[in-house]
Structure formats: C-alpha cells, structure tokens
C-alpha cells in the first residue's frame, strides 16, 4: 500500500512539474504576445501620424510659397502678415509633434535626407545650392526627403554643428525601420 501511494505521489508530482512548465510557457507566449501588440501598436500609431503629416506638407508647402510671393505693396498689411504668421504656427505645432525641418542650404550633400533634382559644377564636394522642396523627419526618421539643387565645389563650406548635427542624428535613425513617405 504504501508502495502504490509513494508511485501515485510520484506521478502527482511529474503531472504537477508538467502542468506547471506547461503555465510558464502560456505565460511566457502571453508576454511576448502582449509585448509584440504593444510594439505592432506603437508602429501602427507611428504610421498614422506620418500619414497625416505627409497629407499635410503640400499645404504648408503651399501656404509657405504664398507667403514667400507676396507682393511688396502688402508686405505692411496686417491680413497679409497674419497669414505670414501661419508658417510660424505651423512650424510650432509640427515641433510639438516631433517633425523637424531638415537643414538643406551650404550643407554637404546627403542622399539619405536629401533628393537631388541636378548638380552643377565640376568641383570634387557636392553641396546643397538651393532647397526647391523642404524635407522633414518624424522622431529622427526621414518621412520626406528635401528636394535640392547641388553644387560641386572643390573646397566645402564650413558646415554649422548643429545642423550636421540633425543629419549625423538622422543618420543613425535611418539604419532603423525607415517610417516610407513619399521620395
């Protein structure tokens, strides 16, 4: 009697060590489960974001073309300068969303945040001459490059620290999952 009891404790405990290593891989998965729907959530709230500040941008391009075209003779009037004033709003507001414009002007080309329409010169360092279209990143992340005109130079132009500084920065983001906006 004794021996069928100690065989049946026995087999208790086995089914018990099963059941609960059963539980620690249920809960485990469950884990990795909830950490991959956070991750897929945080992606999924990433991407959102960036679509609707691409469907954005044409209008702040727009509104910055505007202003930057106005005519002389209404450069004092207050309607005028208040519309003027929007480009500042909205630059305020796409910060606070964590957009940044990318610096294009004398900066040294770069094609991971830059898009060159043509390049002229026969100079050995290609700078950006002229911005045509304004780039911006989303937390670090390119989600629309800047299109430039670029110049060859033989000797580069010192470059301002603190906007090779944005680019050095955004180059480290780009090796992650680039968030794809339009090129």
């Known amino acids: 009697m004794a021996d069928k009891q100690s065989k049946r404790e026995s087999e208790l405990q086995q089914h018990l060590g099963e059941l609960t290593a059963d539980l620690q891989r249920v809960q485990a998965d469950f884990i990795n489960y909830r950490t991959r729907m956070e991750e897929d959530k945080m992606r999924t709230i990433a991407g959102a974001k960036a679509a609707t500040i691409l469907k954005l941008l044409p209008v702040i391009d727009n509104i910055e073309r505007a202003v930057g075209h106005m005519p002389a003779e209404l450069q004092d009037n207050e ?70 005109k670029v110049t060859r130079q033989d000797m580069p132009e010192e470059e301002p620290e603190a906007a090779q500084s944005i680019i050095d920065d955004t180059k480290i983001h780009d090796q992650d999952d680039e968030i794809k906006g339009e090129d």
């Not at 700078?127 to 390119?142: I, K, M, N």
């Open 79 to 148: 309607w005028a300068k208040g519309v003027a004033s929007l480009t500042k709003n909205l630059d305020k507001s796409l910060g606070e969303l964590g957009v940044a414009h990318i610096p294009t002007v004398g900066l040294p080309f770069d094609p991971n945040v830059h898009e060159a329409i043509s390049a002229e010169g026969d100079g050995d360092h290609e700078v950006v001459s002229e911005e045509l279209r304004a780039g911006y990143t989303l937390d670090g992340q390119v989600i629309r490059h800047s299109l430039v």
